[in-house]
């Protein structure tokens, strides 16, 4: 069939219809004798009906794999160069009890961005000592607790942030290890607002001022310095800004070595992943090798000893082994005017779900796939729009797709490599309620996070739920 002018250059009719590319798809995705997709073992019509939609589903067994095997890809990489590496899962990307664990069972810290993700991450039972805390305004509260449980690392932001920690440490007698997060300049080839080492904005320090700000956090007993650290932006395939942000970073480190030891190196996270099937992200065992590679190369022509090396990867690990469930309620066709006096119908597919529960295409015009999810179709492909429930134009879940034309009200649809930053960024926009995370694996499916009801939304409704006037925070209580 010939493609609809509409869509864009990179997206093609399909051949097949019914296939799960397996680059976009989690490692278990596969289709049963009447055409339902089957993740970890269970039809999403079986989820369907047992937890409604949308739903956020979770391959347990290929999160766990992904875990597993970027520890071994960056152990393997630096114990050849005669080094260390120790992996840091960014619990940004998604993050529950369950999920906390799974991560510690395979061997990797956890990099917590808030209070709040460092309570899960402590309710959990992680080692404190495996946790680095992040952060560019992380409240005084913050760092105190996060001292006082002992955390293995926190990154200092700012030089305000030295002394902040230092008297937290001091306050609960510790000497806290601290990293020093640097804005290295590199441009990462990625969304504008993914981009964190640009010069103007909010994130680290420039490179210039690293050795005074080192001078200050050596100046305080209550503080050990690690080492530097950069994050250059999030969905990147071009390993390049990497490596140079390495290269920049090293010259200073090695500057740092005149004035005392500097045991790592933690180059952030930010690999890319396939959202959709034009997508060519890297596997994890050739970054790892580049990225250990360029650090010895560059620590050779500057004869220092190679540091350990730290990564902090999470997209790569927990999204592709997510997908969405969404139910379709409405479908219409658009006519298109084209520039040459011709038309172009684009149908747009309206479900149940929408940027409360996936808000990246609307933030960074993020592209996803879809697949009929609940049965077999024979029918020719047609370009769809995937759009929310929401009261916006923007509210769009998928830009461009191809489904089978007789896809309509009550069919189940599944987007893919929905793992990272849905769930987190999950809101109750237009009072919808967030909804549930379901793992499956070997044929079983488990709720790890319980979705939201009407009665949860209400009850933070002071009118609609009255606090009991026991309660200290009540006006009566208080006056």
Same mark, same amino acid.
């Given at each position: 069939m010939?493609?609809?002018?509409?869509?864009?250059?990179?997206?093609?009719?399909p051949?097949?219809?019914?296939?799960?590319?397996?680059?976009?798809w989690?490692? @278990?995705? $596969?289709?049963?004798?009447?055409?339902?997709?089957?993740?970890?073992?269970?039809?999403?019509?079986?989820?369907?009906?047992a $937890?409604?939609?949308? *739903?956020?589903?979770?391959?347990?067994?290929?999160?766990?794999?992904?875990?597993?095997?970027?520890?071994?890809?960056?152990?393997?990489?630096?114990?050849? $160069?005669?080094?260390?590496?120790?992996?840091?899962?960014? @619990?940004?990307?998604?993050? @529950?009890?369950?999920?906390?664990?799974?991560?510690?069972?395979a061997g990797?810290?956890?990099?917590?961005?808030?209070?709040?993700?460092?309570?899960v991450?402590?309710?959990?039972?992680?080692?404190?000592?495996?946790l680095?805390?992040?952060?560019?305004?992380?409240?005084?509260?913050?760092?105190?607790?996060?001292?006082?449980?002992?955390?293995?690392?926190?990154?200092?932001?700012?030089?305000?942030?030295?002394?902040?920690?230092?008297?937290?440490?001091?306050?609960?007698?510790?000497?806290?290890?601290?990293?020093?997060?640097?804005?290295?300049?590199?441009?990462?080839?990625?969304?504008?607002?993914?981009?964190?080492?640009?010069?103007?904005?909010?994130?680290?320090?420039?490179?210039?001022?690293?050795?005074?700000?080192?001078d200050?956090?050596?100046?305080?007993?209550?503080?050990?310095?690690?080492?530097?650290?950069?994050?250059?932006?999030?969905?990147?395939?071009?390993?390049?800004?990497?490596?140079?942000?390495?290269r920049?970073?090293?010259?200073v480190?090695?500057?740092?070595?005149?004035?005392?030891?500097?045991?790592?190196?933690? *180059?952030?996270?930010?690999?890319?992943?396939?959202?959709?099937?034009?997508?060519?992200?890297?596997?994890?065992?050739?970054?790892?090798?580049?990225?250990?590679?360029?650090?010895?190369?560059?620590?050779?022509e500057?004869?220092?000893?190679?540091?350990?090396?730290?990564?902090?990867?999470?997209?790569?690990?927990?999204?592709?082994?997510?997908?969405?469930?969404?139910?379709?309620g409405?479908?219409k066709?658009?006519?298109?005017?084209?520039?040459?006096?011709?038309?172009a119908?684009?149908?747009? *597919?309206?479900?149940?779900?929408?940027?409360?529960?996936?808000?990246?295409?609307?933030l960074?015009?993020?592209?996803?796939?879809?697949?009929?999810?609940?049965?077999?179709?024979d029918?020719?492909?047609?370009?769809?729009?995937?759009?929310?429930k929401?009261?916006?134009?923007?509210?769009?879940?998928?830009?461009?797709?191809?489904?089978?034309?007789?896809?309509?009200?009550?069919?189940?649809?599944?987007?893919?490599?929905?793992?990272?930053?849905c769930?987190s960024?999950?809101?109750?926009?237009?009072?919808?309620?967030?909804?549930?995370?379901?793992a499956?694996?070997?044929?079983?499916a488990?709720?790890?996070?319980?979705?939201?009801?009407?009665?949860?939304?209400?009850?933070?409704?002071?009118?609609?739920?009255?606090?009991?006037?026991?309660?200290?925070?009540?006006?009566?209580?208080?006056?």
């Amino acid at each position: 069939m010939l493609a609809n002018p509409l869509a864009p250059s990179w997206l093609v009719p399909p051949v097949d219809g019914a296939a799960l590319p397996a680059h976009v798809w989690p490692a @278990s995705a $596969h289709r049963d004798p009447d055409g339902a997709i089957v993740i970890g073992g269970v039809a999403l019509t079986t989820l369907a009906a047992a $937890h409604g939609t949308p *739903l956020y589903v979770i391959d347990e067994a290929d999160a766990r794999a992904r875990a597993a095997r970027t520890r071994a890809a960056f152990a393997a990489a630096a114990e050849r $160069h005669g080094t260390s590496a120790v992996v840091y899962y960014a @619990s940004k990307a998604f993050l @529950s009890g369950e999920v906390a664990r799974w991560m510690v069972e395979a061997g990797l810290n956890l990099d917590v961005a808030s209070g709040g993700e460092l309570a899960v991450a402590l309710a959990a039972g992680v080692e404190p000592a495996r946790l680095g805390l992040h952060g560019n305004n992380k409240s005084p509260a913050e760092i105190d607790r996060a001292v006082a449980a002992g955390v293995g690392a926190i990154v200092i932001d700012s030089l305000l942030e030295i002394e902040r920690v230092a008297a937290a440490a001091q306050h609960h007698g510790r000497v806290q290890p601290v990293r020093l997060r640097i804005n290295s300049g590199v441009h990462a080839h990625t969304h504008e607002y993914l981009a964190t080492a640009r010069e103007d904005q909010k994130f680290g320090i420039p490179l210039a001022d690293a050795p005074a700000a080192v001078d200050a956090i050596r100046a305080h007993a209550s503080l050990r310095f690690l080492g530097l650290h950069s994050h250059i932006g999030s969905q990147i395939f071009a390993i390049d800004g990497f490596l140079e942000a390495a290269r920049r970073l090293l010259a200073v480190h090695a500057e740092l070595l005149g004035g005392g030891d500097v045991a790592e190196l933690n *180059l952030g996270g930010g690999f890319g992943i396939a959202y959709v099937e034009a997508d060519e992200a890297p596997a994890i065992e050739p970054v790892a090798d580049a990225l250990v590679e360029a650090v010895a190369g560059v620590c050779r022509e500057l004869g220092i000893p190679l540091p350990r090396i730290a990564v902090e990867p999470g997209r790569t690990i927990i999204g592709p082994a997510g997908v969405t469930l969404y139910r379709v309620g409405t479908r219409k066709d658009v006519v298109v005017a084209l520039d040459d006096d011709r038309s172009a119908v684009r149908r747009y *597919l309206s479900v149940d779900g929408g940027m409360s529960d996936n808000a990246r295409p609307a933030l960074y015009s993020a592209d996803y796939t879809v697949a009929l999810a609940s049965r077999a179709s024979d029918a020719q492909p047609v370009l769809v729009r995937v759009a929310g429930k929401h009261c916006e134009s923007g509210d769009i879940v998928v830009r461009d797709a191809y489904l089978p034309a007789d896809v309509g009200p009550d069919d189940l649809v599944a987007v893919p490599a929905t793992g990272a930053y849905c769930f987190s960024l999950a809101s109750n926009y237009n009072y919808l309620a967030r909804p549930a995370v379901v793992a499956v694996r070997d044929g079983r499916a488990r709720v790890i996070v319980r979705g939201e009801t009407e009665a949860d939304l209400l009850r933070r409704d002071v009118l609609l739920n009255p606090t009991p006037a026991t309660d200290p925070t009540t006006p009566a209580a208080l006056s």
